[in-house]
């Protein structure tokens, strides 16, 4: 392949490009330590399941006693159809920038080249490292939330604080963040996919125990009464539904791809949305069915009643927890790299060895002072669900809902195919506005639940 003879060297871009696709030692630190292109299909499946399929599914029972059974249920649907044709179509354009030799490694490579770079340097780029930078500070809220569960089953009379856990978790995150390469979390990702399988299983069960017995809640289904709150609360919903669905990382993680890529990505979706339909369904449905309108925040919440007294058995509230750390800590590494990447081409050598001590310290350093902060936020703003609502419509809705379509439409608008092409501009201009009046929503609520925010509250 490197053999191209003299077109190469009188065609300077094209060289640049070719040497891009082969992961020359010009690439970029970022590019050829933390992105390397050594990964299968299966592996790919791995890095899109532990990204999509995290325990924020767990809020979906709370979404469907904002919309109803109907509602719910259509809403989760239209979600996985969108989510996987908007993946798909996006792989599509990465696969043909690939073999016109400009192989985008970057969300924000694919937005210089098709938008323009101001598109790349100062939307597309901030706003995906604003969304998986909060992704990584929720995951260390909610894993400080399940370790205090832990601790207040086992320890009633304890007196720790939530900051502290968040903190705790904070040092798992620690440890796992220096995990060199995306490509290196396979297995890690690979853990991670059963381990979600087991808490959605856990989560299922429960649901079912507990709407089966007389401990439950009364079910009643209906809707909030007032007309205002429950339009709010429906484009609320339907932003939970969105950002469960969110990745924001496709290019990042079609990058860990080992050429040639066509195809592979096709696979891995597959993959991970066959644990999408299995999880998001089943946890969302049960959830729903045993607490209607009762449904919390995160259902395992319900799993206990007004007194704190559990309605399962404690063992397997524990074990429910304990998985869901677990999957947690592997989610929050995953939206790590996209930090990670900046970090390493701002500080690293791409010149040096990986392993060289040139750039293993500024790399241990910066990824520790990057989870330090993350852990910092988690702590002291613990009502960070609100903040996150508001990030996923801001942020989630344009990454995968709206720029999949328009980059598609414009790289291949030599194919005017009259259908594909009006679904492409029809559903970007839905979800736009919903993205719109869902952030307006998110803003109303963080205004509301202003009156009870302190900071390092212990919730």
């Known amino acids: 392949m490197g053999s191209n003879g ?3 060297s009188d065609h300077p871009k094209e060289e640049e490009d070719h040497n891009h696709t082969n992961k020359a030692p010009t690439l970029d630190a970022g590019a050829q330590f933390v992105l390397k292109s050594r990964g299968s299909w299966i592996h790919c499946g791995y890095h899109l399941t ?3 399929v995290a325990p924020a599914l767990l809020s979906l029972p709370f979404a469907f006693a904002s919309l109803g059974w109907v509602a719910g249920v259509i809403s989760l649907s239209v979600g996985a159809v969108v989510t996987f044709y908007s993946y798909n179509l996006l792989s599509l354009v990465l696969e043909h920038h690939a073999h016109m030799g400009r192989r985008h490694l970057r969300f924000r490579d694919m937005a210089n080249d098709i938008l323009g770079p101001r598109w790349g340097k100062y939307y597309v780029g901030p706003i995906q490292f604003l969304v998986c930078y909060g992704a990584v500070v929720a995951c260390t809220l909610l894993g400080g939330q399940c370790l205090k569960t832990i601790y207040v089953l086992s320890s009633p009379d304890g007196n720790m604080k939530l900051y502290q856990f968040v903190i705790i978790f904070g ?3 620690l440890i796992l963040a220096q995990v060199p390469s995306f490509h290196s979390l396979r297995h890690i990702n690979m853990v991670s996919l059963v381990l979600s399988l087991v808490y959605s299983a856990c989560a299922t069960a429960g649901s079912i125990y507990i709407g089966s ?11 909030n009464s007032n007309k205002e709150n429950r339009i709010f609360d429906v484009f609320n919903a339907l932003a939970i539904i969105a950002t469960t669905y969110g990745n924001g990382i496709i290019p990042e993680i079609q990058a860990t791809l080992a050429p040639p890529v066509k195809g592979k990505m096709f696979k891995g979706l597959c993959v991970c949305y066959s644990v999408v339909i299995v999880t998001f369904f089943s946890v969302a449905i049960s ?6 309108n009762q449904a919390k925040g995160l259902v395992l919440s319900n799993f ?5 007294k559990p309605l399962v058995p404690k063992w397997f509230i524990l074990m429910t927890n304990v998985v869901t750390i677990l999957q947690l800590s592997a989610v929050g590494v995953v939206y790590l790299q996209p930090t990670n990447e900046v970090l390493e081409r701002a500080f690293a050598d791409p010149q ?8 293993v310290v500024p790399r241990v350093i910066s990824r520790s002072i990057s989870v330090v902060i993350a852990t910092t936020i988690a702590a002291m703003l613990p009502f960070f669900g609100d903040i996150n609502a508001l990030i996923g419509a801001f942020g989630f809705m344009p990454l995968d809902f709206v720029l999949p379509f328009v980059f598609f439409n414009l790289t291949f608008k030599a194919i005017k195919r009259k259908f594909v ?18 952030t307006v929503a998110a803003v109303r609520q963080i205004i509301l639940d202003a009156k009870s925010y302190t900071l390092f509250a212990n919730v």
Do not use: H, Q
């Open 213 to 223: 017995s007389s401990k439950g809640p009364r079910k009643d289904y209906s809707l």
């Open 421 to 438: 092409f009006g679904l492409n501009v029809a559903i970007p201009v839905f979800f736009s506005v919903l993205g719109v009046v869902a």
């Open 50 to 52: 532990t990204s999509i």
């Open 171 to 173: 040092g798992l995150m």
């Open 287 to 292: 959830g729903y069915w045993a607490f209607g």
């Open 304 to 308: 206990l009643d007004e007194l704190g």
């Open 352 to 359: 040096s060895k990986e392993f060289s001590p040139r750039n």
């Open 6 to 8: 003299p077109t190469s």
